[in-house]
């Protein structure tokens, strides 16, 4: 598994997209719980407009990996990709708690409430995302 990653990545690289998803495919097939194989797979996906395709590929990392924000994160660009605001809100809404260092959660989440009409919440967050990247700069 850990050689068909490497060739996957190296295929993404050098543009071969289709040769990169079928490398990951082929990993998945020896052992589907790879979480760094979800993530990348979910974004040779995005690469090859397959929307639908990555965002399954994000969800499965989110269920091995539920911690992980990148694969939330990537998760949640998606359904925004694909206008599945209510979806990406539920989904962002769980990890944003008031212990998230993390201001592009809130960003992601503002941007999916503006789309929503909940303008109040939308600016809430943006706030929030903002105060978090003051904060997170080095002094």
Not at 50 to 62: I, K, P
Not at 72 to 93: P, R, W
Not at 104 to 131: T, V
Request: aromatic share 6%; hydrophobic share 40%.
């Amino acid at each position: 598994p850990t050689v068909a990653l490497e060739y996957g990545r190296a295929l993404e690289s050098n543009g071969n997209l289709s040769g990169a998803r079928d490398a990951l495919l082929a990993s998945l097939k020896l052992n589907a719980d790879q979480f760094e194989v979800r993530l990348r797979l979910g974004r040779v996906y995005l690469s090859l407009k397959d929307l639908n395709a990555a965002e399954n590929q994000f969800a499965a990392a989110v269920l091995l990996q539920p911690g992980s924000s990148e694969a939330q994160i990537s998760l949640a660009k998606t359904l925004i990709d694909q206008k599945k605001f209510a979806d990406a809100v539920g989904l962002l809404e769980a990890v944003a708690e008031p212990s998230s260092r993390n201001p592009e959660i809130f960003e992601l989440l503002a941007h999916a409430y503006a789309s929503l009409g909940r303008r109040q919440d939308a600016q809430r967050c943006q706030m929030r995302a903002r105060s978090l990247q003051h904060s997170n700069r080095p002094q």
